[in-house]
């Protein structure tokens, strides 16, 4: 059973840093990719950034590029989002999700499109201006 468990939410004031972490467990890893999302109320989610496990290949939203950062630990069947400049706008519910994949060009080639069928429950991030 595809577990994930999102964590590191918080308050932070703008211009501020939090990092984001995704246990992942009861999947193989390595042959799958992760994905961020982030929901504000009454909005659909939208996928912010994705990273395959196996190469390390990476996408990010244009709101986050330049700011945020996702990577993995593999050893910990973990990911994290490092994210920077933090703006009030970023203010939302974040959660991780998880697809297994055939290719680790997932992220990088299907980007913005990507769907995921696996979630974990949500991490509140709150900015204050």
């Known amino acids: 059973e595809v577990q994930l468990q999102a964590s590191g939410g918080g308050l932070v004031q703008a211009g501020g840093s939090l990092r984001l972490s995704c246990a992942a467990s009861g999947f193989t890893f390595e042959s799958y990719v992760i994905g961020w999302y982030h929901q504000a109320p009454g909005k659909e989610r939208e996928g912010i950034s994705c990273i395959s496990s196996s190469d390390g290949s990476t996408y990010y939203s244009d709101s986050v590029k330049g700011r945020f950062t996702i990577s993995v630990d593999n050893a910990k069947n973990t990911v994290y989002l490092q994210m920077n400049k933090l703006k009030p706008e970023d203010t939302d519910v974040y959660y991780c999700?998880?697809?297994?994949?055939?290719?680790?060009?997932?992220?990088?080639?299907?980007?913005?499109?990507?769907?995921?069928?696996?979630w974990g429950q949500g991490t509140l991030v709150t900015v204050s201006s």
């Open positions: 999700a998880a697809r297994r994949v055939l290719t680790s060009a997932y992220c990088s080639s299907i980007g913005a499109h990507m769907s995921f069928g696996d």
